[in-house]
């Protein structure tokens, strides 16, 4: 679906983006992550063919961007970063706009502007204007923009930003709808987002590729192993032992001791399999009351040592 | 028709009436123009609207800049260029149909003087020829400020840089042709002075006089800026 070939572009002398090289498979909700700065929001313009790449070949459906830039605006639904909209226009009027560009013939058109007016929930707002509406929704009149001709191909930049938790779940809950019968590359900083709502995730650090693949696939090979935290009644110093018998347990740390006699540890391990069912099984064995068991996603941890401390995934 | 360029016009046309200012504008055009040209008219005893036409280009000075500032850079200023461009829309597209609208607003301008040519046939009995050849020129002028304006909103986020850049050239493009500055510059350079400026061209406009020569020069002055723009648009960040 998109192809993307050692692309490289610069501003003047700086370097935004630094031969990047990925791929996105139809149907596949991809998480583009990074910290600010990283070259995301240049790469979805390029892909766009807003601007074309100083270097390198990218393709959309097996068309060239610089090649037929026209066939790809076609297929193609984007939300720029920080969702500009013409803050003049009546939000009727804006979408009529949109689906009469998009060539939404005249029998279909008013259908499909109610359709999207009810996916993204613009009810209430259609006879307004853009600059009366909430940051929300403001960034669903952009969602219902990029929506219009129900693209096979969705790229969103930055879709939550600046949304309060409650919108932010809704939004992140329509991409992933949207996410089962189309495309999606996912731009954004934000883990959580991620998370929730992408197949496979792309990490990029100033220009360049630094990791990719599902984020626990991520954070295993960032930081070469899990962590499990446990708490369990009992004699610490037993506890402790017991837990460095089982396999894959590289250390056992006592963590602090709560009321009742309850110990807290963590565990470092080294295989992907999942030990809690051993922990609970040692406990039940051994009598030791099992208060709380849970590996801790370290993708936090693995996207701030990507970043920052510069490991390549080469 | 889903032609983009029709698209682009419609909408943009739309929001030129749909602001207040597009009326303040249309208004005191109207009322400044009239009172000039009524000023002096009942003295002359001649029903012609050779005055209303020569001072046109001094009027649009101000006038068209304030048409086309917005046009380009505000895009730039919302972004908005960045959807509208993703959009299967290509840059010519974009700016034909962006242009179209000013000028389509500028002729609406223009051709709501009518009142002056009935006034005109009430008092006296015009020769329509002229008043025909001087709305044509006028018409082209407006045009041609208009591609300049479009071209400097382009190179800019800011509208007010935008205006105050655009009457700032077309100002130029006036005095270049002026007699008082015409006799001053070594003669050499005379005639490729009165040859650029608009003034020239417009003397004959103004007469009612439709030349073909005029009518080119506006055309291939619409023609570079309209290029210029289109060029300008390659510059995004």
Request: net charge neutral; proline share 4%.
């Amino acid at each position: 679906m998109i192809e993307v070939e050692n692309i490289s572009k610069s501003y003047g002398n700086t370097l935004a983006v630094d031969k990047i090289s990925f791929s996105v498979e139809r149907g596949e909700v991809l998480g583009f992550l990074g910290p600010n700065g990283a070259g995301k929001t240049t790469v979805m313009k390029i892909l766009t063919c807003f601007f074309p790449p100083d270097s390198g070949k990218a393709s959309l459906f097996g068309h060239d961007i610089e090649e037929h830039p026209h066939e790809i605006k076609r297929l193609i639904g984007y939300l720029p970063e920080n969702n500009p909209l013409y803050d003049d226009m009546g939000v009727y009027d804006y979408l009529n706009f949109i689906a009469d560009i998009r060539g939404i013939d005249k029998s279909r058109k008013q259908k499909r502007i109610a359709e999207m007016v009810e996916i993204c929930g613009l009810n209430k707002e259609i006879f307004k204007d853009i600059y009366e509406l909430s940051k929300g929704n403001r960034q669903r009149v952009g969602l219902a923009q990029a929506l219009m001709h129900s693209p096979d191909i969705l790229l969103l930049d930055e879709p939550t930003s600046g949304l309060d938790p409650n919108q932010i779940v809704e939004i992140r809950n329509l991409i992933k709808e949207i996410g089962r019968e189309k495309t999606v590359l996912l731009c954004t900083h934000i883990l959580s987002e991620v998370e929730a709502a992408c197949n496979r995730t792309i990490i990029i650090n100033e220009g360049r590729v630094v990791a990719q693949g599902t984020p626990e696939e991520i954070a295993q090979k960032a930081m070469g192993n899990l962590v499990v935290y446990t708490t369990l009644k009992g004699d610490p110093g037993d506890i402790s032992e017991s837990l460095s018998g089982i396999k894959g347990v590289i250390s056992v740390k006592h963590l602090r001791t709560r009321e009742n006699d309850r110990h807290q540890f963590i565990l470092s391990i080294n295989r992907n399999e999942d030990i809690c069912e051993e922990i609970f099984m040692l406990a039940r064995d051994k009598g030791y009351v099992l208060s709380q068991l849970h590996t801790e996603s370290s993708f936090e941890k693995a996207f701030s040592k990507l970043t920052r401390g510069g490991i390549r995934n080469e | 028709m889903n032609n983009p360029v029709l698209c682009i016009f419609r909408k943009e046309l739309r929001s030129y009436f749909g602001s207040p200012i597009a009326y303040i504008f249309i208004t005191l055009f109207l009322v400044v123009t009239s009172y000039l040209f009524f000023m002096d008219y009942f003295l002359m005893e001649d029903a012609n609207m050779r005055s209303y036409f020569s001072f046109l280009p001094w009027i649009f000075l101000l006038f068209v800049p304030a048409i086309s500032m917005r046009l380009i850079a505000e895009e730039r200023r919302l972004n908005t260029i960045e959807v509208i461009l993703t959009l299967p829309v290509s840059d010519w597209q974009f700016v034909f149909g962006k242009y179209l609208s000013a000028l389509a607003f500028l002729i609406i301008s223009i051709l709501l003087s009518f009142p002056i040519v009935i006034v005109l046939y009430y008092t006296g009995k015009p020769d329509i020829g002229p008043i025909i050849g001087g709305y044509t020129g006028t018409v082209f002028m407006g045009a041609a400020y208009l591609s300049i304006g479009m071209y400097i909103s382009s190179i800019t986020r800011n509208q007010i840089i935008a205006f105050i850049v655009t009457a700032i050239l077309i100002l130029f493009f006036l005095i270049i042709g002026l007699p008082m500055l015409l006799f001053s510059i070594p003669s050499w350079l005379v005639p490729l002075f009165r040859w650029m400026s608009f003034f020239d061209h417009f003397i004959s406009v103004s007469r009612g006089v439709i030349d073909l020569r005029d009518i080119l020069y506006y055309i291939s002055v619409i023609f570079i800026f309209l290029i210029l723009t289109y060029n300008s648009l390659k510059n995004r960040t």
